[in-house]
């Protein structure tokens, strides 16, 4: 169970368009999800937090006109990398949980992660 | 820089022990925990610590807490060679929110 699944897990694309991921949790409903993003060597940084049919709550420095994301289902939210650059080249991973607000353990279900370059 | 820090690699022996190390910062963590990533997986719990217990254990897992100095370490007994993963270390910062270190990659030889 908690088995949450991210498409595409690769993409290349080209500087200037726009990607977007989806995040599914498939066996369970997710009122909360997060996105991720993390460098080579360096630790996942939390990006923004949905949770469904509400706006995302981004972190400081990430820029929300950049990075939209939607969480329209209990099951699917999407991040869209628009007008990326290769500087946005970098492997984002999602998580889900069942409990909107304060959960009681943290925990998270993550998804394997999409690595997205952009040339 | 960051708030949790780890080293980045470790290699063992199998059938040794292994431990991995983790500095925190947050004094006001809630939980800490220790998730293990294997290739083309998502990241798993594998283990959580509540803040004011000083040991875990968990079969072959033993987490260990030292809140005076912000150190969370995990013992793995007996390693195989299935435990080859990547594991994260993380504080919870806030309700819900996750910090992560940079991730160990154990790497275990026969």
């Known amino acids: 169970g908690a088995v949450v699944s991210q498409h595409p897990s690769w993409v290349i694309c080209k500087s200037g368009t726009s990607v977007k991921i989806e995040c599914r949790s498939l066996d369970f409903q997710a009122t909360t999800m997060f996105w991720y993003r993390q460098f080579p060597k360096q630790s996942l940084m939390l990006m923004a937090t949905s949770n469904e049919g509400s706006k995302a709550t981004y972190e400081q420095g990430v820029e929300k006109d950049k990075f939209l994301i939607n969480h329209a289902s209990l099951t699917l939210s999407t991040l869209t990398v628009t007008s990326a650059h290769p500087e946005d080249s970098s492997f984002y991973i999602c998580?889900?949980?069942?409990?909107?607000?304060?959960?009681?353990?943290?925990?998270?279900?993550f998804g394997p992660g999409t690595r997205l370059t952009v040339t | 820089g960051e708030d949790v820090e780890q080293s980045l690699f470790l290699s063992v022996r199998e059938g040794d022990s292994s431990v991995i190390n983790c500095t925190y910062t947050?004094?006001?963590?809630?939980?800490l925990y220790w998730y293990k990533q294997e290739p083309g997986a998502g990241l798993q719990l594998l283990t959580y610590i509540f803040s004011n217990m000083d040991m875990k254990q968990d079969q072959r897992l033993t987490v260990l807490l030292n809140k005076k100095d912000k150190h969370l370490s995990l013992r793995i007994a007996d390693t195989q060679t299935g435990d080859s993963a990547i594991y994260f270390c993380?504080?919870?910062?806030?309700?819900?929110?996750?910090?992560f270190g940079a991730g160990t990659t154990v790497t275990v030889r026969a």
């Open positions: 993380a504080e919870s910062i806030g309700d819900y929110k996750l910090s």
């Open positions: 998580s889900a949980s069942t409990i909107a607000g304060g959960l009681v353990l943290d925990e998270q279900y």
């Open positions: 947050d004094s006001s963590s809630t939980y």
